[in-house]
């Protein structure tokens, strides 16, 4: 298994330019979620998923879109991307979240600065 | 508001010897308390995760202690390695989907 893959790595945009941050997951965890980590501050959740077709928002989630077609895939969309958006973005899966129990599986992060 | 706070922000320790992190929080209800560690430039990864009724959980040379009623929780790292330093992250959930962060202890272990 790969587990949680995020792509890319790392990426730079200009103030007003739009993008999509992949995730995927090869465990068939139902659970998806994605998170911002600013230095100082604890993770926090900007979008939710706990199935195909169904989403919720977390925290912070202005500025950003998310959709989930296929259990494997959540994408997450920046819309019109803004200095305070420069971060480090991860995205997390588990089988079963509704108990929060479940051990969530992170992947490897994805650097974003935007100018 | 949730909080989890942390503490020290930092430490820096010789490789062999101990030490313990510190998590106080306010989250309620409360279902559960886990501890990650995250490499720099990684991931956070799960150590473990303690109920309402555990008091302690070990993973190898990590152990974590909860105390539910003063809402408090520690990590003791036994016989320090290189390999330990790392950000270590405490999280606790609600009992729903949501789960509340702590900023993390950031600790360098030094040979």
């Known amino acids: 298994n790969a587990g949680v893959t995020q792509t890319p790595k790392f990426q730079v945009l200009k103030t007003g330019q739009s993008m999509t941050l992949q995730c995927a997951q090869d465990?068939?965890?139902?659970?998806m979620s994605w998170y911002r980590q600013d230095p100082g501050m604890g993770l926090r959740l900007i979008h939710y998923?706990?199935?195909?077709?169904?989403?919720d928002q977390g925290e912070v989630p202005n500025g950003y879109n998310v959709s989930r077609s296929t259990t494997e895939d959540f994408p997450l969309r920046l819309l019109s991307a803004a200095p305070s958006q420069t971060s480090v973005y991860f995205c997390?899966?588990?089988?079963?979240?509704?108990?929060?129990?479940?051990?969530?599986?992170f992947g490897p992060g994805t650097r974003l600065t935007v100018l | 508001k949730n909080q989890v706070e942390q503490s020290p922000q930092s430490l820096i320790i010789l490789e062999g010897k101990n030490c313990t992190l510190q998590?106080?929080?306010?989250?309620?209800?409360?279902?559960?308390l886990r501890w990650y560690k995250q490499d720099t430039g990684r991931g956070p990864v799960s150590l473990t995760i303690?109920?309402?009724?555990?008091n302690t959980k070990s993973n190898g040379r990590y152990t974590a202690t909860l105390d539910a009623d003063t809402k408090q929780s520690s990590l003791h790292i036994t016989a320090s390695q290189l390999s330990d330093s790392a950000s270590y992250i405490c999280?606790?959930?609600?009992?729903?989907?949501?789960?509340?962060f702590g900023a993390g202890t950031t600790v360098t272990v030094r040979a």
């Open positions: 998590c106080n929080y306010t989250v309620s209800p409360f279902s559960n």
């Open positions: 999280v606790v959930s609600g009992g729903d989907y949501k789960l509340s």
């Open positions: 998923s706990v199935g195909a077709g169904i989403t």
């Open positions: 303690m109920t309402f009724s555990e």
């Open positions: 465990m068939n965890h139902e659970y």
């Open positions: 997390a899966s588990s089988l079963d979240n509704s108990q929060g129990t479940d051990t969530q599986y």
